[in-house]
T-cell receptor, first 112, second 116 residues
């Protein structure tokens, strides 16, 4: 099928690490993306990883890619209350355009 | 504001009325995408347009829904004879490039349609 899967909820304490997991569908996807949606707002690109990489680090964010298992994860170090949002995993749907398949989103709650 | 602009931000319609949602892409972007987000669900692709052309409408319901992106002016998503199940947030996104997965999607803040 064409469903990108994610767990729906995650709660962590401020200062802890958060790990959000995603299973995607298309092994030929060249890029895989993480988008963030804050309450009442649109989605913003958080980070992305090229498919020939296993890991990408960007400040507090670490993306891990396991192509064999089609598994993508996003780790947020030292999670802050401002990180509370919905995080969407996405992969390109087609061979043209930026037509993406999004997962259902993981709602991250950061507890003080 | 050079971002993707959507209006209205909130729209209330009664069953059977028409809803028109507008999207102005980022300056210089000629690729527009419409997505629908149902409560507690992810985004579902609806339609991909370039100026004056519909490239892919495979995610759009065959009846009551239509989209356009004219040579001049914003892209319009039109829903005729709305039903309660059409209540959702409709997001527009634009991109500069068309290559697969090579660019970034820029999203508007969404139009939230409520059907009474």
């Amino acid at each position: 099928g064409e469903d990108v899967e994610q767990s729906l909820f995650l709660s962590v304490r401020e200062g802890d690490s958060s790990v959000i997991n995603c299973t995607y569908t298309d092994s030929s996807s060249t890029y895989l993306y993480w988008y963030k949606q804050e309450p009442g707002a649109g989605l913003q690109l958080l980070t992305y990883i090229f498919s020939n990489m296993d890991m990408k680090q960007d400040q507090r964010l670490t993306v891990l890619l396991n192509k064999k298992d089609k598994h993508l994860s996003l780790r947020i170090a030292d999670t802050q209350t401002g990180d509370s949002a919905i995080y969407f995993c996405a992969e390109p749907r087609d061979n043209y355009g930026q037509n993406f398949v999004f997962g259902p989103g993981t709602r991250l709650s950061v507890l003080p | 504001n050079a971002g993707v602009m959507q209006n209205p931000r909130h729209l209330v319609r009664r069953r059977g009325q028409e809803a028109r949602l507008r999207c102005s892409p980022m300056k210089g972007h000629s690729h527009v995408y419409w997505y629908r987000q149902l409560p507690e669900e992810g985004l579902k692709f609806m339609v991909y347009l370039q100026k004056e052309n519909i490239i892919d409408e495979s995610g759009m319901p065959k009846e009551r829904f239509s989209a356009e992106f004219p040579k001049e002016g914003p892209s319009i998503l039109r829903i005729q004879q709305v039903v309660r199940g059409d209540s959702a947030a409709y997001f527009c996104a634009s991109s500069l490039s068309s290559g697969r997965g090579t660019g970034e999607l820029f999203f508007g803040e969404g139009s939230r349609l409520t059907v009474l």
